[in-house]
């Protein structure tokens, strides 16, 4: 079956949204509007390490979100991604199907367009690509674009620089939490945590007002990396109120994802959020999500429990929890 893609529906000149592009009412973005002038945490990485331990920790509690600058991203690297993504898009039409997904049946790596299941039926507007880039025994470079032909050297150099800052982050994090510096990075997999790169691309939208680009949901994953172009759309849930995250060049937005509230035992919060789209401009974001193996165990570590502590959430494998998130199973 073929599937309509959300960017050749965007280039055929449509004036109004077909209705499952709709969100309900209470969903449309002019019904829930964000909040202004609310200012996220943004968090330089140069500060003295006792610093950013307390300013990051501090961050994933109160917002489950955060921008980091002075990461040591080479920016030229970035405008790299951001260019072979962009003319990934550009492709023919049949060339980008060569690559399809199948979400459907379990293959999510390559070209799409729905992900999730939800119980309206309704359609985000959105395309994407999606491929694994760690560690290198799961990568399948048969189904990253062949053009241009420099998107495998950058997204490898990227995936290095990924690396290295999860790492950084995983230290943090279990610093704030009072324990060693490995402890987080033990429970996500060590060496074979799995980064997976998805190229969000929103295309200009006729009615912006009543569409989503991404509905709500919090990350399964147990970070997510995300840099993004100068389009803004990106919205946090915090205090009953959704929050403008307005773009902030070469900084790098971090989520916690679902893995690390459960690993904290709900310290550190998942951050729910959604995308907006645009009427007279493109969006697109690279998200890297950090996760566990799928067979990995991941439930609240014990050092954090006691009697005044108990677990507040269930242990289970990775892919358990990914197969109850995607079907919208109780956890």
């Known amino acids: 079956m073929e599937v309509e893609r959300v960017q050749a529906l965007a280039i055929s000149g449509l004036n109004e949204l077909p209705a499952k592009f709709v969100r309900p009412a209470h969903e449309q973005p002019e019904n829930s509007k964000a909040l202004e002038g609310v200012t996220v945490p943004v968090i330089s990485l140069a500060q003295p390490h006792d610093v950013v ?61 729905k992900m999730t299941k939800n119980h309206d039926e309704k359609v985000e507007w959105i395309d994407y690509f999606f491929h694994l880039t760690a560690p290198p025994s799961k990568v399948n470079y048969e189904i990253w674009p062949k053009n241009p032909p420099s998107y495998r050297e950058v997204n490898d150099l990227y995936n290095k620089e990924m690396l290295r800052v999860t790492d950084k982050l995983l230290e943090v994090l279990s610093e704030g939490l009072g324990l060693e510096a490995k402890v987080l990075k033990s429970h996500v997999g060590n060496e074979e945590v799995e980064l997976e790169m998805k190229i969000n691309m929103y295309p200009p939208c006729p009615q912006p007002e009543l569409a989503l680009g991404v509905e709500p949901h919090t990350d399964m994953s147990a970070l997510t990396l995300l840099v993004s172009n100068d389009v ?100």
């Open 232 to 331: 803004p759309g990106l919205q946090l849930w915090e205090d009953d109120n959704w929050v403008a995250v307005n773009y902030l060049s070469n900084a790098v937005f971090v989520h916690i994802g679902d893995q690390m509230e459960v690993l904290s035992n709900g310290k550190y919060k998942s951050v729910l959020h959604r995308s907006l789209v645009n009427k007279e401009r493109m969006r697109m974001s690279w998200a890297v999500f950090v996760a566990p193996p799928h067979e990995a165990v991941i439930g609240p570590l014990p050092e954090l429990l006691d009697e005044k502590n108990p677990a507040k959430y269930s242990t289970k494998t990775y892919a358990e929890y990914r197969h109850r998130k995607f079907n919208k199973l109780p956890q």
């Open 53 to 113: 331990v307390k300013e990051v920790a501090a961050a994933a509690t109160a917002w489950g979100f955060f921008l980091i600058t002075d990461h040591g991203i080479p920016s030229p690297l970035i405008q790299q991604l951001q260019k072979v993504g962009h003319e990934f898009f550009l492709l023919p039409q049949q060339e980008k199907e060569a690559y399809a997904n199948d979400p459907a049946n379990g293959r999510f790596d390559g070209y799409g367009t």
